[in-house]
T-cell receptor, first 115, second 113 residues
């Protein structure tokens, strides 16, 4: 079974540009999460999809961030326009269900550097 | 609110040394507690977990016990190996927040031969 895959693995863009990160969850996983780790700080929750619906987007930092999950399969996270403070690692995760009995699987992360 | 505080690194140990990485949490109700590990060039992997007080999670020689009285979930290993070099994250989640995780800042461990 393929794991959670993320693309690109690394991206370097200039301030003001746009970047789109993609996440393919494990097949059959309705729950998809985005997290972010800014250098040296904790990993923070951004948002949670259940199928194609946003269940919780309380962690999205501002309106420069837009997440979509059309069709309830893969998800994209767009940053437009990117700022220096957006640099960090963006993790995607997925799980089949919710609750403590469900294991959440993380991807390898997309490393974003804004210069 | 919910938060996790873990020991700051980096930590450098010699092979076969004893490892402790401290983790304490703040949460309402009864969270589940986790340790995740990120090896170089890889994603976050679940190392172990405990879902209720006094539970002990264990995996690959690592252990952590859910202590409600001290709100702690310290990670221990009796004899570390070079292959244990990684970043370790303590985390909590609550069922009723839809499995939203609250992570600590991570502790980088380097084991030298």
């Amino acid at each position: 079974e393929a794991g959670v895959t993320q693309f690109p693995s690394h991206s370097v863009i200039e301030k003001g540009q746009t970047v789109t990160l993609r996440c393919d969850p494990i097949s059959g996983h309705d729950n998809l999460y985005w997290y972010r780790r800014v250098m040296g700080k904790e990993i923070k929750f951004l948002l949670h999809f259940v199928k194609e619906s946003k269940q919780d987007e309380s962690g999205m930092p501002n309106n420069r961030f837009l997440a979509e999950r059309t069709g309830g399969t893969y998800s994209t996270l767009k940053v437009q326009p990117a700022e220096l403070e957006d640099s960090g690692v963006y993790f995607c995760a997925s799980s089949r269900g919710r609750g403590s009995g469900n294991t959440i699987y993380f991807g390898e992360g997309s490393w974003l550097t804004v210069v | 609110g919910n938060s996790v505080t873990q020991m700051e690194g980096p930590v450098t140990l010699s092979e076969e040394a004893f490892l402790t990485i401290n983790c304490t949490y703040t949460a309402t109700g009864y969270p589940s507690l986790f340790w995740y590990v990120q090896y170089p060039g890889e994603g976050l992997q679940l190392l172990l977990k405990a879902t209720k007080a006094d539970d002990k999670g264990s995996n690959k020689g690592f252990e952590a016990t859910y202590r409600k009285e001290t709100t702690s979930f310290h990670l221990e290993k009796g004899s570390v190996q070079v292959s244990d070099s990684a970043v370790y994250f303590c985390a909590l989640s609550k069922v009723y927040t839809g499995n939203q995780f609250y992570f600590g800042t991570g502790t980088s461990l380097t084991v030298i031969p």
